[in-house]
């Protein structure tokens, strides 16, 4: 039984369903950030990143930081790339628009390399960029939250190997770290984004950060300082080289009580094999896409390759919009959320399914879900008249 | 009876002991950030951060952004003051520098008016100073935390508007609001910028700002565009807008428990009048300045116009140190904090007292690191043969 208050279970790809003990350890008694305690809290959170990202390369640095995920962007614009430099974005959907303009506010040209709604740049698309200009980076978001559709890092990172080698590859993993295969030495890749309320099932309000030994010696031989304060490497490197010796440091106030929150569900996750993860993540994907299949709908993310799994975004039937299906799906106490691309947004729902609503054996919040969807979507058709 | 598990109290100038009902209300089940239910939760929380500061001024604008209180600093320095103008940094401490640093870092120009340690610049300095280049701001700490100095905001903010009415008068008030006092309409303030895990009673992790209709009106004049993404008020000031005004809105995702636990601690401090909580504040800082004097030691703010309220930076006697000190403090149930003004930080020691451990009567923590500090003190002169 959760200790939770009664309340609809919320399945839209993030926040996510919190897990007890993660709740409640941030009813941790006060603490001086820099006394022992907690400079051990946090010097094992960031330890345990490393884990999340099967990295062991000390020369790879972890970070967590208080802000959103948003603020990731900031870090890479402001810190990894120079003002007239040029960066690579591959468009698959909402977030890589608003990284492009962050990385252009910073000073940098931002090309976007755009595919169809639904689907992804091919790999040859991306050799034939890589090789037509210098880009001092290159962006992919691992899962586009606003479509669903998931990028090959692990291939994109191969071609950048294979064709520019110095290109930093950058993940914006906000909706696939913790979920999605990501190993983050072996596939060699420079830096991943993310934030603490999506499969890593923290509240939100941390943007968490890996950087690799080429991101950071790109970062110490940059001609100019920093574009940016509070996102500044400068500022936060010594800081997390600290904490993570047990090393008291100051440069802003951690959030105490959300670093015991991530300490509390990276422990657990890292307590059983990443793969583990990543495989009943797969498993309960297979079983939300069967099921959506079987009741006629098409996703957004249009080949099985391409497909998320940690979220499903659907097409709704001709004649229905969000409004018409999110309330159906509330009285039967289940949230997902409305599409949120904006050229299709009226046309499509997103349906969460990370974290502990899939890994903890005593939930059942992905049938309950599948059934309410079921009842919902025919409830709204025959409303309709469809 | 608090709930929380037994641990020495917390008495450095933030963070500070929290409220069970503040730590409680962050267990709050998941929520969708843009369901009614939480834009609610938002929505009134803007409202109470204006009773914060006793602003009624439809033309001010509240936020609340997660990151700590230095991202107060970034959205002043990319927003509100262009590359090459200039700004007037008023310095009292440690926090002025990283200010000046930030400021800098976005292309203004600042010039630091300073004041010998434990001093701040006069009125007289600060008139002339404005006389003689035009600025686009002025920053005043308004107590700063490594010295506990305490500036006259009140009388800054009329020389300013006397000498040079379109200068924003931009306030870090990180330890100063919510136990001194603030009339941001009254005393025609620009910026106050601050964060949550001081004398607000929260845990660390919100930026909290409030924008006076002329800083809103100088970053819509803005030629250039803001310099950061982040901390983009053009990114950030429809999301409050639209929050307050109960409509969900979209830029990064908000940290919704601790924007519970913000929700909380302003309305259990606004259901009283500030007034009440500034003499409250007063009087406990009264009776520590008072035992400080009794122990023949000299406080790091020499006059007394110019202490703060919220916290005592003491000296301590010739030949000990805040490792002589500390560690007897903490053995008897206090934790206070080392220096932190990087000149003299080994000379002496900082108590912070307010939030809870000074507004709840059922609490007697400043009668306990008074009696604390007396016997460390002692104990420690006397390891030292002084």
């Known amino acids: 039984m959760s200790s939770q208050a009664p309340h609809p279970t919320l399945l839209i790809p993030g926040p996510i369903e919190f897990d007890d003990a993660v709740?409640?350890?941030?009813?941790?008694?006060?603490?001086?950030h820099v006394a022992p305690g907690f400079v051990k809290t946090f010097g094992e959170t960031l330890s345990l990143v490393r884990?999340?990202?099967?990295?062991?390369?000390?020369?790879?640095?972890?970070?967590?930081?208080?802000?959103?995920g948003t603020l990731g962007w900031d870090i890479v614009a402001s810190n990894l790339i120079e003002k007239g430099e040029n960066a690579l974005v591959l468009h698959t959907g909402y977030f890589a628009d608003s990284f492009a303009t962050c990385l252009e506010t910073y000073g940098a040209n931002a090309t976007q390399l755009k595919a169809p709604i639904g689907e992804r740049p091919s790999f040859e698309e991306i050799e034939q960029?890589?090789?037509?200009?210098?880009?001092?980076?290159?962006?992919i978001t691992h899962v586009d939250t606003s479509t669903g559709v998931l990028s090959d890092i692990r291939r994109v990172a191969e071609v950048v190997r294979r064709v520019s080698p110095e290109t930093l590859v950058v993940v914006d993993g906000v909706c696939s770290v913790g979920c999605e295969e990501i190993a983050f030495d072996e596939w060699d890749i420079d830096v991943v984004l993310t934030a603490s309320q999506k499969a890593i099932g923290c509240p939100p309000g941390l943007s968490i950060l890996m950087l690799s030994g080429r991101a950071i010696d790109t970062f110490k031989s940059r001609k100019t300082p920093p574009s940016s304060y509070y996102s500044s490497v400068a500022n936060w490197l010594p800081i997390m080289q600290n904490y993570e010796n047990f090393k008291p440091s100051y440069f802003a106030t951690p959030p105490t009580q959300l670093v015991h929150a991530l300490h509390t569900t990276l422990s657990q996750i890292t307590a059983r094999p990443m793969a583990e993860r990543?495989?009943?993540?797969?498993?309960?994907?297979?079983?939300v896409k069967t099921a959506v299949a079987e009741l006629g709908l098409e996703q957004v993310a249009s080949k099985r390759e391409n497909q998320?799994?940690?979220?499903?975004?659907?097409?709704?039937?001709?004649?229905?919009?969000?409004?018409?299906?999110l309330p159906g799906l509330l009285k039967r106490g289940v949230i997902f959320a409305a599409g949120l691309h904006k050229q299709v947004a009226t046309k499509y729902i997103r349906f969460g399914h990370m974290g502990v609503s899939v890994t903890d054996p005593n939930r059942t919040d992905i049938d309950k879900a599948i059934a309410a969807l079921k009842e919902a979507l025919s409830e709204a058709k025959q409303a309709k008249g469809i």
Chains 1, 2 share one sequence.
């Open 51 to 68: 884990k999340l990202f099967q990295s062991t390369n000390p020369a790879a640095q972890p970070f967590v930081i208080s802000g959103s």
């Open 23 to 32: 709740l409640q350890s941030m009813a941790h008694y006060a603490e001086s």
């Open 308 to 325: 998320a799994h940690a979220m499903t975004a659907i097409w709704l039937p001709e004649g229905l919009a969000p409004p018409d299906v």
């Open 129 to 139: 960029a890589l090789k037509e200009k210098p880009y001092k980076l290159i962006t």
């Open 278 to 287: 990543f495989a009943i993540h797969a498993q309960a994907s297979e079983r």
